[in-house]
């Protein structure tokens, strides 16, 4: 659906976006997560056709964003960060105007606003004005806005941002069920674990440069080869240092007076080994844990946080 | 061409205008205005005692009045419905959705000055049943009427053509309102001081007409070439109408057009320049500036776009 190679975008000398290069299957959920000021709008800016690459190629079902935009608007659902409402327009008006923008004629009109403001849960706020809707009701009916062309590929920005932890699950759940119709969504957020459930693939992008990027089993997977065990002890530190480095040939160190960390990329039986080994030695053992490998922890470990 | 300019940006518009309040309070004040300045007029010659019943000049320079404020009043409504309308769209975080769309800047562009235009028109056909007063009096021709209001629409249009450029020039809506209001200004005021400026250094008859040509570009020497010749008042404007008029010199003979005219060829470029210009500034990866940078693409774009449809 997408392929991306190489694009860069600057603003004098500021570097937005850096050689990015990747591409989103058909049907997926692709995560967009970086720091602010990575370069993710810019980049989700340039796919919607709003900005002019400085080099580089984007591809959306084969059709070039730079130079066929209007085919591009016809094939591509944008949704910024932030709402963009007329806020003197009733709801229906609101779905009307931008289905006419997208030249769909009047008789069709009336049947894709019903169908939208059902998905959307809006039906019974049809005559109301935008103006009087709450934060979570003005996304959604952003996100219905998107949808009036029937777009194949959604773009959504931070569409979860400022919401309240109802509306974001009430977002999170349209949004799958636009999966299920077999839309192929952009989302970027910075609510990383609502990505983890939601996505099938992420790219983590930093300084305007994609540091890693693949499905998100891979990415986990990648990001557990550089896992560790947390050990904490009340005493005899050295006596459990020389046990791991020596007896076991490992390499622990030592992060605090009760806290030592050891690289590990074994399975289960390997840790019991190194419990036992630690138990059977009189080691005085708090706590003996594998690292968890959520979205963050990938996000920390892959990121530096550099901020252009 | 008809999707450029029977578009849902121009209903939007209609819809949102007349459903807001300040809409019918503009329209009621603009025609109150006009009212009370036809009444004041009236009362004042009537007080003078110049008259004992209808003069001769009454209908006429009723006319002139009216006419000359009506311009004005647009000259002063036009900026404040058209400068607002891009950075409008900025600032309320609409403007990306839009280009989003199927609508082409064009259409974006020409469906807002239309929108403007069209109010500007209401408030000049609802000033007419004003105008009919001066029938009571006659001395005016139906057709000086009409060129009047041709006068005055190009006046609008002008204006409405400058209030968008600097609309989508500026990011703020206070900016492109102060910077349209000072070139208005420039155009009823400057244009006079800059014509009366060049013909104090230049000598004889041939280059005080090239400078009388520099004023045809102010609306209200144009506004008042078209005013009934014997109308007092008119001898006002003499010195800016280059001898059009029986007053001053008479280089008449040599200009093959009057200055409404030439006032009206000079806002056709104007407004088809300044509407390239804005349309060139809004796009954001639009034909002009992939023409640019790629003329080949462009061209095999237009070739793929019947197919298209």
């Not at chain 1, 996505?199 to 557990?224: F, P, Y």
């Not at chain 1, 240092?241 to 020596?246: A, E, K, Q, V």
């Not at chain 1, 030695?281 to 959520?294: K, R």
């Not at chain 2, 008259?51 to 002063?76: A, E, K, N, R, T």
Request: aromatic share 10%; charged share 20%.
């Amino acid at each position: 659906m997408l392929q991306v190679e190489e694009l860069s975008k600057s603003y004098g000398k500021f570097l937005a976006v850096d050689r990015l290069s990747f591409s989103v299957e058909d049907g997926a959920i692709f995560g967009f997560v970086g720091p602010n000021g990575a370069g993710k709008t810019t980049t989700m800016k340039i796919l919607g056709t709003l900005l002019r690459p400085s080099s580089g190629k984007a591809w959306i079902a084969g059709e070039d964003v730079s130079q066929n935009p209007r085919r591009i608007r016809q094939l591509v659902g944008y949704m910024p960060d932030f709402f963009g409402v007329y806020d003197d327009l009733k709801v229906d008006e609101y779905l009307d105007f931008y289905s006419a923008s997208y030249r769909i004629p009047a008789r069709q009109r009336e049947k894709i606003i019903s169908d939208l403001l059902e998905l959307m849960d809006l039906e019974h706020k049809r005559e109301a004005y935008v103006d009087s809707l709450s934060r979570g009701m003005k996304q959604r009916l952003c996100l219905a806005r998107c949808l009036v062309h029937d777009p194949a590929l959604l773009i959504l920005d931070e569409p979860a941002s400022g919401l309240d932890p109802r509306a974001r699950v009430e977002v999170r759940e349209i949004l799958k069920e636009l999966k299920n119709m077999g839309k192929t969504i952009i989302i970027s957020s910075h609510i990383l674990s609502e990505l983890t459930e939601l996505c099938t693939h992420l790219g983590i992008i930093e300084a305007g440069k994609m540091v890693a990027c693949g499905s998100v089993d891979e990415i986990v997977h990648r990001s557990q080869s550089a896992q560790s065990i947390e050990i904490r002890v009340l005493g005899q530190m050295d006596e459990a240092l020389f046990i791991i480095n020596n007896n076991l040939g490992l390499s622990a160190i030592k992060l605090d007076e009760q806290m030592l960390e050891l690289p590990f990329n074994g399975n289960e039986e390997e840790m019991n080994r190194i419990l036992t080994h630690l138990v059977q030695a009189g080691i005085p053992l708090v706590s003996f844990a594998q690292s968890q490998s959520n979205l963050e922890n990938i996000f920390m470990q892959l990121t530096k946080g550099v901020v252009q | 061409m008809k999707s450029l300019v029977l578009n849902p940006i121009l209903a939007k518009e209609f819809r949102s205008r007349m459903r807001n309040w300040k809409s019918p309070l503009m329209i009621s004040l603009y025609l109150g205005l006009l009212g009370l300045i036809t009444l004041a007029y009236y009362w004042m010659q009537q007080k003078r005692g110049f008259y004992s019943g209808f003069g001769p000049d009454v209908g006429p320079q009723i006319f002139i009045i009216l006419s000359v404020f009506q311009l004005l009043l647009l000259s002063f409504v036009t900026p404040a419905l058209t400068a607002g309308v891009i950075n409008g769209e900025r600032e309320r975080q609409t403007f990306d959705l839009l280009l989003c769309t199927r609508l082409s800047s064009a259409s974006i562009v020409l469906n807002k000055l239309l929108a403007s235009i069209s109010y500007i028109l209401l408030l000049v056909i609802a000033s007419l049943p004003v105008f009919a007063i001066v029938y009571f009096f006659g001395g005016v021709l139906l057709s000086d009427m009409g060129r009047v209001i041709l006068v005055s629409m190009a006046t609008a249009i002008t204006f409405g053509v400058i209030g968008i450029f600097c609309s989508t020039l500026f990011k703020r809506t206070q900016v492109s309102m102060v910077v349209s209001y000072v070139v208005v200004l420039l155009f009823l005021v400057g244009t006079m001081a800059v014509t009366v400026f060049l013909q104090g250094i230049q000598t004889g008859p041939y280059p005080r007409v090239t400078a009388m040509y520099f004023s045809y570009a102010n609306p209200l020497v144009a506004l008042f070439s078209i005013f009934p010749n014997q109308a007092a008042g008119v001898g006002i404007m003499s010195s800016f109408l280059g001898g059009y008029r029986t007053y001053g010199y008479n280089a008449a003979v040599s200009q093959a057009l009057s200055p409404w005219q030439y006032n009206f060829i000079f806002d056709g470029v104007l407004i088809i320049v300044l509407l390239l210009l804005t349309v060139f500034l809004l796009d954001p990866v639009g034909r002009f500036k992939r023409l640019r940078k790629n003329p080949a693409v462009v061209e095999t774009e237009a070739e793929s776009a019947p197919a298209e449809g």
